[in-house]
């Protein structure tokens, strides 16, 4: 979808829909009061008569106003002023996304950005609408064309503002192309998203973007390395491992890179541990994690921010067969670190540590891991909410502030060392699971063993990546979060 802005007066705008909203006890936006003034007062009248809601969410589409050059207006609701914020603004914005998805619509005028709340701007208001419209305007089509009669998403959104609004819509339509990404490569089918295919897909982003570059390390290369604990995962599968290293190089040669790693496990059985059969259809999104790295890399190159950035994707399959790795084995990490395996659905932990090490060669500023990692996380979060985990308070402010700045948010879980022994082993340097209580923070305890010389973080995306059990597919975060966080660093 193309996002643009346009500065006529609202009643002239040629368009399939104009877009505005209202809120309890609020006034009326500047672009209402002309639509209200050029229509002989029908939406001052639709409000009295409450034909118009105001309540959060709320859509409808109003036909045939007098005076507009535009066939239809759609009025949405964002609930009680004194409780607008940035939350419940993002909440209704897309809502009027998906009214407008859902309908025989090619464009669309919006002004919902005109309502003002809090101590927002304009050109946070702006971008936080057009990345609505653009995120809820997403369909998947590669495995299931659109029918003929079905309506076809938006091609075109333009949004009522002038040039000084022009930074805001270029960082939304980044941002957008960042979530489709991510969102694209989630909801594929594990038979198409192998390891593999995501390395080609690495392949196009490098051939896409200036100043990018791509290595790709084969299986031969990784035994090399001594990545016995990625190797080992991807043991039991016919489709081999791929370590993939995408770097952007925005800013001096001797600026200190971001990197981020991404879990890649294209489908996760459990391997010997095997999942059960009513979970198992859902783990094409166990590698949600590499696909929201990817998608923040993408958005960081199409906006050309200045700084350095390394992506690191542990690409494998977690398959049982003959030779699969077993519970009761002991690997040897890439760090030189042993590791029982206790459960082999545990395995996330096991290729991230060894891309942990691998990335150790960049010589990060900061190192943050991305992973669909527990189910523990959902337990604790829901799917609201990223779990953070650092070893670096400023680190992890920085995430959460950029999270909470883009309607991406984490929620920081604590790194206590008294959590580190329930990794203990008698056989081996750690174990790889820490027993039911407390899953995701013995997790993130598991992941912080190889990253003790960085300022690090991770993020567990179990919940938020996508919902357990809907039809709704990938949710393409953290891409919001990481690209804030990128942007914020770009100054």
């Given at each position: ?31 209402a009061r002309h639509i ?160 593999a295919y995501l390395a ?211 929620w920081r879980l604590p ?77």
């Open positions: 979808m193309k996002l643009a802005l346009e500065d006529r007066a609202i009643h002239a705008i040629q368009s399939d829909c104009l877009v505005i909203g209202f809120t309890e006890g609020g006034a009326m936006t500047p672009s209200d003034a050029v229509s002989g007062g029908t939406i001052g009248r639709l409000l009295e008569s409450r034909d118009i809601q105001t309540a959060i969410g709320k859509t409808q589409f109003l036909h045939g106003l007098p005076g507009l050059a535009a066939s239809r207006v759609l009025v949405v609701g964002f609930g009680k002023q004194d409780k607008l914020d940035l939350p419940r603004f993002d909440r209704a914005c897309l809502a009027a996304g998906r009214a407008l998805r859902d309908h025989p619509l090619g464009s669309c005028h919006v002004c919902l950005h005109e309502l003002e709340f809090g101590a927002t701007e304009p050109g946070q208001r702006l971008r936080q609408a057009a990345l609505a419209i653009h995120r809820a305007n997403y369909l998947y089509t590669v495995t299931k064309p659109l029918k003929e009669d079905s309506p076809v998403p938006l091609a075109a959104a333009t949004f009522q503002g002038g040039a000084s609004l022009q930074s805001a819509l270029d960082q939304a339509a980044g941002f957008a192309l960042g979530y489709e990404k991510a969102r694209m490569l989630g909801d594929l089918p594990p038979n198409i998203c192998n390891p080609q897909e690495a392949a196009a982003i490098a051939g896409q973007f200036a100043r990018v570059e791509l290595e790709v390390l084969e299986e031969e290369a990784m035994a090399g390395l001594g990545m016995d604990a990625l190797l080992g995962v991807s043991r039991g599968s016919a489709n081999r491992a791929r370590l993939i290293v995408l770097t952007y190089s925005g800013g001096p040669p001797d600026q200190r890179p971001v990197v981020l790693v991404g879990k890649g496990i294209t489908f996760d059985s459990g391997g010997l541990s095997l999942k059960s059969g009513e979970n198992m259809m859902q783990m094409k999104y166990d590698m949600c994690g590499a696909a929201g790295v990817l998608g923040a890399f993408v958005a960081c190159a199409r906006m050309q921010l200045a700084l350095n950035l390394v992506c690191v994707v542990a690409a494998a399959e977690n398959m049982p067969d003959g030779d699969a790795y077993r519970p009761g084995d002991v690997i040897t990490s890439m760090s030189g670190k042993t590791i029982e395996v206790l459960n082999t659905d545990a395995e996330g932990r096991l290729v991230l540590c060894d891309a942990l090490t691998y990335s150790e060669r960049f010589r990060p500023d900061v190192i943050i891991d991305v992973a669909t990692l527990t189910g523990a996380c959902v337990i604790a979060l829901g799917h609201h909410a990223s779990g953070l985990i650092s070893n670096d308070d400023r680190l992890a402010a920085e995430l959460l502030a950029a999270g909470d700045s883009v309607v991406d948010r984490a790194l206590w060392e008294e959590y580190q022994t329930q990794l203990d082993s008698p056989f081996a340097d750690m174990k790889n699971v820490g027993g039911m209580p407390a899953g995701v923070l013995t997790a993130g305890c598991f992941l912080s063993r190889f990253a003790e010389e960085q300022r690090w973080a991770h993020l567990d995306v179990a919940g938020s990546a996508w919902k357990w059990g809907s039809d709704e597919g990938a949710t393409g975060r953290p891409v919001g979060l990481l690209t804030q966080f990128l942007v914020n660093r770009a100054g």
